[in-house]
C-alpha cells in the first residue's frame, strides 16, 4: 500500500507542525501545565483560526472534511508536541458523535462553535466498570414528561473541566442513547483530576439531571456511539505514534552526545541493539497507526473493531517497551521535570490505559478470533 501524503496533506502536517514549533516550546508548554486550567485557551483559539478545529467536521457542514487521515497527521504533530489542549476530546471525540448522530438542527447549533473554538464539548462514556463493552454501561436515561431524568457516575471525563457541553451516554430499556448536557447543569457535579501525563480530566456524577426531549442525539445509539468511540481511537493512536516518534529521536541523540569511559555511550553495542529494538518497535507502531486510521470507518463493525484492538494493543506494547527503555537509557535524568523525556514517558503511560488497557484489547482481539 502507498502510504505517502499528497500535497493537501503534507501541508496540514507541516502547517501543525510549525504552529507548534513556533507556539508550543517546551517552557511555554510547562507554564501551561502549571496554570490553574492547566490548558491555553489562547492556543486553542489559535488552533481554530488554522481550521485544525474543523478537520473533522464535513465541508456541507462548514468545515474541512478531512477525516481520519487529517485526525491521523494533526495527531502525529501533536503527539509530538505533547499539547495539552482538549483537540482529541471536542475536535475529534464529540465533533465525530454530533457529525454522526445529530440532527440538522443541533449540528447547525454546535458545529460552527466547536470549529472556531468557542465551544468545547466532550464525550462523557467511560465507567469504572464498563471496560470496552458499549453496553456495559448502568448510567441510566428514564422519560420524564417531554424529556429525560438522568442518573449515574463517568470515570475520567478528559477536558469535562474546561467544556461547556458533555455528551452522555446512558441506558434507555435495553438499547444506549446520548443527551447533550450543559456542563453547569443543575444534578451535574464535577470532581476534576489530573492524569499522570497532567492532562485535566474529572469523574461526572449525575443526579437526576433534567434534560428536555431536543437533547438526546439520534435514537438507538450503540452502532453509533461504537463507530465514534473506534474513530477516537485511530485519533489517540496518531496522537501516541508522534510521541514514541519523539522519545526515541531524543534518546538517540543523548546517546550521541553522553560520553562514558571515553566514548558516547551510543558506540557501545548492547546500547544499540536497544536502540534497534526500539525502532523495530516505533516502526510497528507506525504502521498500526495508519492500520487504524484506514479501518476506523470500516461499515464492517466487527473487522472494524478488531483492527483498532489489535493496533490499540500493539501500540501499547510499543509505547511502554520504547518508553520504559528511553527513561533507562537517560538514567535518572530520564525521570527529571526538566527533561522532555519524562514528560513524553508519561503521556505514552496515559495512552495505555486510556479508550481501553492494552491487556482489554488483547482480549477482545483474541474474542474476535475465536468468532472468526
Known amino acids: ?6 500535497e493537501e496533506q503534507q501541508m496540514l502536517l507541516d502547517t501543525t507542525r510549525r504552529f507548534i514549533a513556533e507556539r508550543y516550546g517546551f517552557e511555554h508548554r510547562a507554564k501551561v501545565l502549571a496554570s490553574d486550567d492547566g490548558w491555553s485557551r489562547d492556543v486553542w483559539t489559535q488552533l481554530g483560526e488554522l481550521g485544525l478545529l474543523a478537520i473533522n467536521i464535513p465541508e456541507e457542514d462548514g468545515g474541512i472534511g478531512a477525516g481520519p487521515l487529517g485526525s491521523l497527521l494533526v495527531g502525529n504533530a501533536i503527539g509530538e508536541g505533547l499539547l495539552l489542549e482538549p483537540f482529541l476530546s471536542s475536535a475529534v471525540v464529540a465533533t465525530q458523535a454530533i457529525v454522526q448522530l445529530g440532527s440538522p438542527a443541533q449540528r447547525e447549533a454546535w458545529l460552527p462553535g466547536l470549529a472556531s473554538g468557542e465551544l468545547i464539548a466532550v ?5 469504572v466498570s464498563a471496560g470496552v463493552d458499549v453496553q456495559a454501561i448502568s448510567t441510566q436515561a428514564v422519560a420524564v414528561g417531554d424529556g429525560w431524568e438522568i442518573s449515574g457516575r463517568k470515570s475520567i471525563v478528559y477536558h469535562a473541566p474546561a467544556s461547556q457541553l458533555m455528551l452522555v451516554s446512558a441506558k434507555v430499556g435495553q438499547g444506549i442513547g446520548l443527551f447533550a448536557i450543559a456542563t453547569d447543569a443543575v444534578g451535574v457535579q464535577l470532581l ?3 492524569t499522570v ?3 485535566r480530566a474529572a469523574d461526572v ?3 437526576k439531571v433534567h434534560v428536555g426531549g431536543d437533547a438526546r442525539l439520534g435514537g438507538e445509539a450503540s452502532e453509533a456511539l461504537q463507530s465514534v468511540l473506534d474513530y477516537g481511537l485511530a485519533a489517540l493512536c496518531a496522537e501516541a505514534f508522534g510521541a514514541m516518534d519523539r522519545i526515541l529521536a531524543a534518546t538517540i541523540a543523548y546517546s550521541r552526545a553522553r560520553v562514558q569511559f571515553g566514548a558516547p555511550i551510543g558506540s557501545f553495542q548492547a546500547l544499540q541493539h536497544r536502540m534497534a529494538e526500539m525502532l523495530m518497535h516505533l516502526e510497528q507502531a507506525r504502521s498500526m497507526s495508519y492500520l487504524a486510521a484506514t ?4 461499515p464492517d463493525p466487527q473487522a472494524r473493531r478488531a483492527a483498532l484492538s ?5 501500540m501499547g506494547q510499543a509505547a511502554r517497551y520504547i518508553g520504559q527503555n528511553a527513561v533507562q537509557l537517560h ?10 523525556v519524562s514528560h513524553y514517558f508519561k503521556r505514552l503511560l496515559a495512552f495505555e490505559l486510556r479508550c481501553g488497557s492494552t491487556d482489554s484489547h488483547l482480549e477482545q482481539y483474541r474474542r474476535h478470533l475465536r468468532a472468526a
Not at 1 to 6: G, Q, Y
Not at 123 to 127: K, S
Not at 331 to 340: I, R, Y
Open 310 to 314: 489489535a493496533a490499540k494493543a500493539l
Open 205 to 207: 456524577i449525575l443526579d
Open 1 to 6: 500500500m502507498d502510504f505517502s501524503f499528497n
Open 295 to 298: 479501518r476506523c470507518t470500516d
Open 192 to 194: 476534576p483530576c489530573t
Open 197 to 199: 501525563d497532567g492532562q
Open 123 to 127: 464525550l462523557a462514556h467511560d465507567e
Open 331 to 340: 538514567g535518572g535524568m530520564g525521570m527529571t521535570d526538566e527533561l522532555d
